[in-house]
Nanobody, 122 residues
Framework: QVQLVESGGGLVQAGGSLRLSCAASGRTFSNYNIGWFRQAPGKERKFVALIRWSDSSTYYADSVKGRFTISKDNAKNTVYLQMNSLKPEDTAVYYC???????????????WGQGTQVTVSS
């Protein structure tokens, strides 16, 4: 069983940056793909980015492409989401999750963290 813990959220002004971390314990991320999702109040959870553990290839939602970067540190069993040029519409709870598939569908992800709040002020 994999336990995921997100951290790094907070309050930032528009145009600022944050780096989120997703640390795994219990088992390693090996053989899993890692996705970041976000959920704004009253809205459905949406895909943000994913990284494949096998080859580190990445995929992003159009809304964050060019501003967000997903990466991983195998030794630390941690995945990061570097968020630059933040906008008020990026405000949400951000979650990381594992999947055996390279997919944007949240239903295909099994283990989820508790989430970390990101608030971008205008």
């Amino acid at each position: 069983q994999v336990q995921l813990v997100e951290s790094g959220g907070g309050l930032v002004q528009a145009g600022g940056s944050l780096r989120l971390s997703c640390a795994a314990s219990g088992r390693t991320f090996s053989n899993y793909n890692i996705g970041w999702f976000r959920q704004a109040p009253g809205k459905e959870r949406k895909f943000v980015a994913l990284i494949r553990w096998s080859d580190s290839s990445t995929y992003y939602a159009d809304s964050v492409k060019g501003r967000f970067t997903i990466s991983k540190d195998n030794a630390k069993n941690t995945v990061y989401l570097q968020m630059n040029s933040l906008k008020p519409e990026d405000t949400a709870v951000y979650y990381c999750a594992t999947s055996s598939y390279s997919t944007v569908r949240s239903s295909e992800y099994g283990h989820w963290g508790q989430g970390t709040q990101v608030t971008v002020s205008s």
